[in-house]
């Protein structure tokens, strides 16, 4: 099997605040062991974007985890043994319910991060 070429896969660069928001979510992800299914508070995003707790907030949020799941568009993709000549893989699937963020990270997203991107962004 060939080694994936690492490409340029973002149409447009995200948002200084969408990469914070992304790094915070995946270091959360390494210190839960790896564990795709997350919880995190509310009030722990307001603190890391110094937003006020407020439904204006909320929505910027809301925003930049939309932002984060725009569509990237791998071609030749492998994943669990199964190839796509193209695919389309999303950051996360999210869901805010009372004070919590319940985050469901791809791993299909993350395999392409590590494997098919040039301009990986979560480990800075």
């Known amino acids: 099997m060939n080694k994936?070429?690492?490409l340029n896969l973002f149409k447009v660069p995200l948002s200084d605040e969408a990469l914070r928001v992304?790094?915070?979510i995946y270091n959360t992800y390494l210190l839960?062991?790896?564990e795709l299914h997350l919880q995190i508070k509310i009030q722990n995003m307001f603190n890391l974007l110094k937003l006020p707790a407020n439904k204006n907030s909320l929505s910027h949020i809301t925003e930049l985890l939309e932002e984060l799941n725009e569509p990237l568009e791998v071609l030749n993709f492998t994943y669990?043994?199964?190839f796509y000549p193209r695919r389309f893989?999303?950051?996360c699937k999210y869901e805010i319910i009372h004070d919590t963020i319940l985050i469901d990270i791809s791993g299909e997203y993350l395999h392409a991060?590590?494997?098919?991107m040039s301009d990986t962004f979560l480990r800075e």
């Open 32 to 34: 839960k062991g790896k």
């Open 22 to 24: 992304a790094r915070a």
């Open 113 to 116: 991060h590590d494997n098919y």
């Open 89 to 91: 893989i999303f950051f």
């Open 80 to 82: 669990n043994r199964n």
């Open 4 to 6: 994936p070429v690492k």
